[in-house]
């Protein structure tokens, strides 16, 4: 009587890919023989299966969609300097039994997995066969420990990333050692010289957000505005695991310039939640166009009024009436000229991105909108020449007149 587990996921894993374990029995000979599954999310129960044999003595289950309904992803913005994204990544653990037994069946022997962590992410299939946590983790125990660990961006690593100051941005990364966390801010003029360099240390989870806006930096630690008028450019540092009041397992060093250009119109920004879980931000720089879509709600009446003891027809008394009207208001956004890299990362990171919030007053507001282009292409500089990228939104909100 004894069950085999194998095969199990990754210990931090997508969550909207399959999460798979594998597991055998030695008693599948016995009549009336199966696996019965039970699936624990933050050690709470939270899914019971009876799973048959597939192949030869083993079995299978994949526990995604019950892992993915237990998270969501919303966009914090109130003003700390790292989120502990607990909402978005959940423990989760299987216990599998051997039913058998004539003529009625009896739960057996068992056995219980690691204890495994999914995150509300959700990958290409050829990203997700060759997902490794380890590429995103902070961890003294990482061999990819340094500038191999990533954050969670597919944002293009040889294009400049340039941000106002006063807009938002937020950079996410795996801790594979949770408990202790910290991120390194340097900030450096034209001639490459650090201006300034602060170390923040964070008690985290395994899924830390960072809010990396300047005018957040500046609220909450000894960095001043004076340093930031004298920056061209900061970098943010990850590092994961304390040992004797020292930092170990560092990440990938992500430069962000400041956009300091004068704009000829009034810029958007957007925010979408990309495939990793985590916020992508552009602000689109060229013209943008407003528009609404009207729909009327009325009825058609008789001609004509009494007027004391005659009906007559005055020009004032219309037939056709409108008692309501309600508008939806859209939103055109065009890029600046971009490199085709950076296309191709807008359009299929945004796109696809189930969530997107436009970023309102400086980013002390941000209110949800709908993208509803259809499709997208790959552009490149050999065929299309240069390239600018042009998104259609959709306001969430109705507007609805008032009763005539």
Known sequence: MAITLYDQPQLIAPAGNPLVFTFSSDETAQPNF???????????????QEVYRQFNTLGRIDVSEAVQSTLSSPLVVDGSLLTYYDMAINEYYII?????GSPTPQIQASDTSSTLYGFNAALRHQDFIAWDYLDHAVSSSNPNSGSGVTWLTDWPRDRKFYLADDERLFMGILNGDPGF?????????????????????????QFPVVDASPQTIIANTAITQANFDDCYYYELTPRGTQSGGIYSGGGEVFRIYLDRDCKRYETRRLHWLNKYGVWDSFTFSLVSTDSSTVQSYGYQREKGVWDDTSYTYPLYQGEKVDFAKTAADQLVLNSDWIYQSVQQWLVRSLIESPSVYLEVDNGTAFEPVKVTNTSY???????????QEQITLERTYTYTSQLN
Do not use: P
Not at 34 to 48: C, D, G, I, K, P
Not at 96 to 100: I, Q
């Open 377 to 387: 292409q790959f552009k490149t500089r050999r065929r299309d020449g240069l390239i």
């Open 181 to 205: 966390f910290q991120v390194r801010y340097r900030l450096f003029d034209v001639n490459n010289s650090i201006i300034v360099a602060h170390t923040e240390a964070f008690t985290a989870n």
């Open 34 to 48: 199966s696996f019965v599954v039970e699936l624990y999310v933050n050690s709470t129960l939270r899914l019971t």
């Open 96 to 100: 599998v039994y051997e039913k058998y």
